[in-house]
């Protein structure tokens, strides 16, 4: 809905994603970070340069590029 997804650095940030659970995978399908009743704006470190998928609550998994 409201929710930007995007990459800076190393981090993956979420914003406008109040109360929900966040969840970060990694191209193979692992969970490498997650955030219960997340607040206003999150930021994830993630382990390194690559593609993860980024599920907020019950919304289709965007996909995100992390770059260092």
Do not use: C, M, W
């Not at 800076?8 to 994603?17: D, L, Q, T, Y």
Request: charged share 20%; hydrophobic share 40%; no cysteine.
């Amino acid at each position: 809905d409201n929710v930007s997804i995007y990459s800076a650095e190393s981090r993956i940030v979420v914003k406008g994603a109040e109360n929900s659970n966040i969840y970060v995978y990694d191209v193979n399908g692992r969970v490498v970070r997650t955030q219960a009743n997340a607040t206003e704006t999150v930021e994830f470190t993630v382990p390194g340069t690559g593609v993860y998928l980024v599920k907020v609550g019950n919304a289709p998994a965007k996909r995100v590029v992390v770059v260092r």
